[in-house]
């Protein structure tokens, strides 16, 4: 056991997720305890530093083989210095996370957000391995992304890289207003919460529908409802993959990605969404960018998080 | 004279132009010579091969100053071998650039597209300077475009990456078929020919335009009556506006640049049609991703070839 080891940490509202990988993204070993939220900024801290030495006591492996430890969050951050400026979810404001674990566990720390890090983790160890270029969409209750180049994330200018939920794509006429306050969003169609929102719209229309009996509509029971041929759901779906095909395309002729991998919930649909996504990317893009370019489902399941952040001791 | 310079070589169908640039991009000298198409793709190589020796002959650097050598042409290349597998306006089919002009020069030698070069250009040493992401559009016959993230060119899976004008944009009602194939490309409204097609298309309509009574209208024509007041034109320039600004919203999300460079000939509208794209781009994205980004026009002009293709060295 003198090989090199990673460590990974996904910081969530409610369990703070660690692993260990080797240096190919190969997860080894995981460990969840809880994140304490309640206790504040610096319970939680600590909880990350303590669970990060554990993991790797509790292993085969030890502190010395740690080549750094990454960290996952969700929220407004100031990448290059490991600051959490804003994070609603861990009641976070300024937090030096990397300054305060570089000093606890002696090693590189790297902090990222969460979906960037989860698109990380699918582009070195997942459904993107051994691809450079892979641009990674989360469906989920919103829709969230990660754009991996050359192997390593792209953040932008102000960490906002990668926001493909916010792809203003739905056109004026038949757009809603989005969360994020604007216009059209992507996320206001092909997430979980648009797929609902667009079912309950049907059904308070009247429109014919089998979704009128589902008492609380899920994003699955719309796609189980298109799956058994409802027309009314059907369309739902249809639409939600139209948008997830144009923006695709657009993507793909700014960044020409060889791989669109999509996770979350509402990928659980499937090849039956799978197919719609990649005809409309197929009739939408020009065929230079669509050669050899694949949609696929992410693999890595929740376990995204947790590789990514490791990986990002690698991949930077 | 000892410190290094870098030469830039941008070969159109009719003129080859050499650039000498200092390594921060500054264009010292130029010299354009003929093509010489008609000659075939071996008196092509060495016309290149000879002027870019010229230049240096006629400048007070010598040969060994000489850092490398960097050339931007149009058409579909092998960029990491610098083969131009096809070139339509130089006739160049798997034309070994790279390796001819390395052996010729004995200098580094890098290939990459003329959009591409053109962008590098701008970001390096024009309207993008000291910014490390930039997205270019150049506003032409079509809509090119380049990516600059991290002072790098993004070439893609397949050298297609910053096909900006082929971003599917035009929503299926309004769309027209666009010389790729597709439909809705943002070149088929916002490039010149796209801003001719809607003039023209106006006036066979019968609509009332002041330039009904232009005999051959070109882009400017249009944009000068919109300027003038003319409702038509004015339509028309909105629309081509509206389009950038939508595709640029897109891509702030995606890849979060700080700056976007706007040049080609339909730039030249200047401010009257720099606000309308920044009033459409401010609507349509989220607020954090257009905190700090500017919208500005390119510098270079015709330049920003030669200086972008002496760049290749630089930032490669």
């Known amino acids: 056991m003198s090989e090199k080891i990673v460590v990974g940490v996904d910081i969530g509202g409610t369990a703070i997720k660690v692993g260990i990988c080797d240096l190919n993204g190969e997860l080894l070993h995981t460990y969840e305890g809880p994140t304490e939220t309640e206790k504040g900024s610096d319970a939680i801290c600590n909880n990350i530093a303590n669970y990060a030495r554990l993991i790797v006591e509790q292993s085969p492996y030890s502190w010395d083989q740690v080549e750094g430890v990454g960290i996952g969050v969700a929220g407004f ?16 404001r300024n937090v030096p996370l990397k300054a305060f674990l570089e000093e606890r566990l002696g090693k590189k720390v790297l902090v990222n957000n969460d979906a960037n890090v989860a698109a990380l983790g699918e582009a070195w160890a997942g459904a993107g391995r051994g ?5 990674c969409y989360t469906l989920g209750t919103g829709v969230g992304g990660g754009i991996i180049i050359g192997g390593r994330i792209v953040e932008g200018f102000n960490g906002m890289a990668g926001e493909l939920g916010h792809m203003s794509i739905v056109p004026d006429l038949e757009a809603i207003q989005c969360g994020c306050g604007k216009m059209g969003c992507l996320e206001t169609v092909s997430s979980a919460t648009g797929i609902i929102r667009m079912a309950k719209d049907a059904v308070e229309r009247g429109d014919r529908t089998s979704l009128s009996f589902v008492p609380n509509i899920m994003a699955k029971d719309v796609i ?3 799956k058994a041929g409802d027309e009314v759901a059907s369309r739902i779906v249809a639409r939600a993959a139209f948008y997830l095909g144009k923006s695709m395309a657009a993507v793909a002729v700014v960044l020409n990605p060889q791989r669109f991998i999509i996770g979350g919930g509402v990928s659980k649909a499937g090849e039956f969404l799978f197919e719609q996504i990649r005809e409309v990317f197929q009739k939408a893009t020009p065929e ?19 590789v990514g952040a490791a990986g990002l001791i690698i991949r930077s």
Chains 1, 2 share one sequence.
């Open 77 to 92: 951050l100031d990448i290059p210095n490991g600051i959490i400026k804003f994070s609603p979810n861990l009641g976070f």
């Open 131 to 135: 691809v450079d270029h892979c641009v």
């Open 224 to 226: 189980d409802a298109a």
């Open 288 to 306: 230079v960018a669509v050669e050899g370019v694949e949609i696929v489902p992410a693999i890595l399941g929740n376990n995204a998080g947790v």
